[in-house]
């Protein structure tokens, strides 16, 4: 249960948000993290930078968790191989205390990040018939009837 105004706030987005819109959050969130990972080594603190870089991860591995690799197909794997590299990325970052993993790792969140602000649920609408054309107005002329149709 929520502890806080905010925490109420988060809860209900989440709750009322669609699948696009969570993948989204997760993204900012791993981002969000990531940068504060960054933060944290840059301050030396090893215990805050460690907590975030784990946050990170743990946002990366419910995105892996998320995709669905029979319907996603190449996509899907080929998001899955790229949440993996950036999990990588990322202890490597904690072990070896360097910014330029995460700097990649922000990088590569933001451009999914990007692409998915351009994803909708909403299926495209049939586009209109030809209201003109060298063929529109055969098309209005014309009635079509299976009855002469041999197959």
Request: glycine share 6%; hydrophobic share 40%; with cysteine.
């Amino acid at each position: 249960m929520a502890t806080n105004a905010h925490d109420a706030y988060l809860e209900s987005r989440v709750l009322s948000a669609d699948p696009v819109e969570l993948v989204r959050m997760l993204y900012r969130v791993a981002i969000e993290r990531t940068r504060e990972a960054r933060q944290h080594l840059e301050d030396g603190d090893t215990v805050a930078r460690s907590k975030a870089i784990s946050a990170a991860s743990l946002t990366l591995a419910e995105l892996t968790a998320a995709l669905d690799l029979e319907k996603g197909g190449q996509l899907s794997r080929r998001l899955a191989q790229l949440y993996d590299y950036m999990q990588c990325r990322l202890m490597e970052a904690n072990f070896e205390q360097r910014a330029e993993p995460l700097n990649e790792v922000v990088g590569l969140l933001s451009t999914l990040l990007e692409g998915w602000s351009n994803v909708s649920l909403e299926t495209p609408a049939a586009p209109e018939p030809e209201t003109h054309g060298p063929y529109a107005e055969d098309a209005a002329v014309y009635e079509y009837s299976p009855a002469g149709w041999t197959g």
